[in-house]
């Protein structure tokens, strides 16, 4: 059914060909290519399995070996040999494993998506649901650092001017015992007169 309607996968997809065996457990269920050339794994398990996952990675090295070679005998495709391949994995459902260990892989592109067969009378179908999709747009966003807040430092004052040795010493401003000069706007104690005064002396004219 995926194979007839590779569109409900994803549009654009082309099937190259199907059942390609990798390694002794290992067999490659849909090779196909999308609108832009690039190659495109689809797993298949009619169960939930996290060995699916293993499967898929061995036949991305596989096919990463070999895209050359399948550029040159399946020449009626446009296969871009440039680009690497991609995997897409069909299930039922998925574990949080491998939901983990599809988002955090790198250099590869994965994408999950769930099925469910449906079959009403004679006809019959399938549903299929994204769980985790690659989007090249979408950048991981960074961390930012936390910065401990400082507290806030007490100003410092500033240290006493030291003298310049070119420049003369200032004379310094006399202390209260060298200050003899009255206060300003005192009245001056007045002068006592004398209870008795020395007698004028006569002159004699002759």
Same mark, same amino acid.
Not at 151 to 167: A, V
């Given at each position: 059914?995926?194979?007839?309607? @590779?569109?409900?996968?994803?549009? %654009?997809?082309?099937?190259?060909? /199907? !059942?390609? *065996?990798? /390694? #002794?457990?290992?067999?490659?269920?849909?090779?196909?290519? !999308?609108?832009?050339?690039?190659?495109?794994?689809?797993?298949?398990?009619?169960?939930? !399995?996290?060995?699916?996952?293993?499967?898929?990675?061995?036949?991305?090295?596989?096919?990463?070996? +070999?895209?050359?070679?399948?550029?040159?005998?399946?020449?009626?495709?446009?296969?871009?040999?440039?680009? /690497? =391949?991609?995997?897409?994995?069909?299930?039922?459902?998925?574990? !949080?494993?491998?939901?983990?260990?599809?988002? &955090?892989?790198? %250099?590869?592109?994965? #994408?999950?998506?769930?099925?469910?067969?449906?079959?009403?009378?004679?006809?019959? %179908?399938?549903?299929?649901? *994204?769980? +985790?999709?690659?989007?090249?747009?979408?950048? *991981?966003?960074?961390?930012? =650092?936390?910065?401990?807040?400082? &507290?806030?430092?007490?100003?410092? &004052?500033?240290? =006493?001017?030291?003298?310049?040795?070119?420049?003369?010493?200032?004379?310094?401003? =006399? @202390?209260?015992? +060298?200050?003899? +000069? *009255?206060?300003?706007?005192?009245?001056?104690?007045?002068?006592?007169?004398?209870?008795?005064?020395?007698?004028?002396?006569?002159?004699?004219?002759?």
């Amino acid at each position: 059914m995926i194979i007839k309607e @590779t569109d409900i996968v994803e549009k %654009g997809l082309t099937v190259i060909c /199907n !059942d390609v *065996p990798v /390694n #002794d457990k290992t067999t490659l269920d849909i090779l196909c290519h !999308d609108s832009n050339g690039q190659l495109v794994i689809l797993q298949v398990n009619m169960n939930e !399995d996290d060995f699916m996952l293993l499967q898929g990675i061995q036949s991305l090295d596989y096919i990463e070996k +070999f895209k050359s070679f399948l550029k040159a005998t399946y020449n009626k495709h446009k296969i871009d040999d440039k680009e /690497n =391949p991609r995997l897409i994995l069909l299930a039922p459902s998925f574990s !949080d494993a491998v939901r983990r260990a599809a988002e &955090s892989m790198k %250099g590869m592109r994965i #994408d999950l998506y769930e099925f469910e067969y449906l079959k009403l009378g004679d006809h019959k %179908g399938l549903r299929l649901q *994204p769980v +985790f999709t690659w989007n090249p747009a979408e950048k *991981p966003k960074e961390e930012k =650092p936390t910065e401990k807040k400082q &507290s806030p430092k007490k100003k410092e &004052s500033p240290p =006493p001017p030291q003298p310049d040795e070119n420049e003369e010493p200032k004379p310094e401003p =006399p @202390t209260e015992e +060298f200050q003899t +000069f *009255p206060p300003m706007n005192e009245e001056k104690p007045k002068e006592e007169k004398k209870s008795w005064e020395e007698p004028k002396k006569k002159l004699k004219l002759f």
